[in-house]
């Protein structure tokens, strides 16, 4: 069973046109949630961590928000260069380190 | 800033070889990983490593695979008679605590 849902699978962009990544999880005892950045043939590239429902972190154009069911990542005036495939992932109870990663936002940013 | 290392970046082996895939950690890091993701598919827990040894593993990481430490740099992957569904970029990573930092890959096709 998925642990982890993105969507939407694929998304275009304008440039400078914002928008929102939404990560479902259904994983009991969240430890993390995690959001990497990954360009095509390379490894992933961390972003933020996630600990408890209400948290943001911020970094440059892009912000991540935690609730108790779902993250999102949202993307402010975003630039070419910000176009990736962003991946979440989510660590489960104490003692099991492993990230289990859902299939991804693939976006593409116009100039 | 300090990063994870892999080596080689590709392989090419044949069906029934034999493959180390080698890895260097951040230095301070106390946990060790190996991901994979199959072409187009989701990235996957293989097996993590604490203390000198496996600590969790997948289902994925069957007979056919062993990990390894052999000196305090280096953290190994070997797969002992590779498949045709072993093709796959592999991932190391590590961490101090709850976030895992990826390296660049190794990208393993097998003939």
């Known amino acids: 069973e998925d642990q982890v849902t993105q969507s939407p699978e694929a998304l275009r962009l304008q440039e400078g046109e914002s928008s929102s990544l939404n990560c479902s999880y259904t994983?009991?005892?969240?430890?993390?949630l995690f959001w990497y950045r990954q360009d095509p043939g390379k490894g992933p590239e961390f972003l933020f961590t996630?600990?408890?429902a209400g948290e943001e972190k911020e970094k440059e154009r892009l912000k991540a928000t935690l609730t108790k069911k779902e993250s999102f990542l949202h993307i402010t005036a975003p630039k070419p260069e910000d176009s990736a495939t962003y991946l979440c992932?989510?660590?489960?109870?104490?003692?099991?380190?492993?990230?289990?990663f859902g299939k991804g936002n693939q976006v593409v940013v116009i100039p | 800033e300090p990063e994870v290392t892999q080596t080689p970046s590709h392989q090419v082996t044949q069906m029934g070889q034999e493959v180390i895939l080698r890895c260097v950690p951040i230095?301070?890091?106390?946990?060790f990983y190996w991901y994979r993701q199959i072409l187009g598919q989701k990235v996957e827990f293989l097996v993590s490593?604490?203390?000198?040894?496996?600590?969790?593993k997948s289902e994925i990481f069957d007979d056919q695979f062993s990990v390894e430490r052999p000196d305090g740099s280096n953290f190994t992957l070997k797969i002992r008679s590779t498949k045709l569904e072993d093709s796959a970029m592999y991932f190391c990573?590590?961490?101090?605590?709850?976030?895992?930092?990826f390296g660049p890959g190794t990208r393993l096709l097998v003939l």
């Open positions: 992932a989510v660590q489960a109870p104490m003692g099991n380190n492993r990230l289990a």
């Open positions: 990573a590590s961490s101090v605590t709850e976030t895992q930092y």
């Open positions: 996630l600990y408890s």
């Open positions: 230095s301070n890091h106390l946990y």
């Open positions: 994983v009991s005892g969240l430890r993390g």
């Open positions: 490593f604490y203390n000198n040894e496996i600590s969790e």
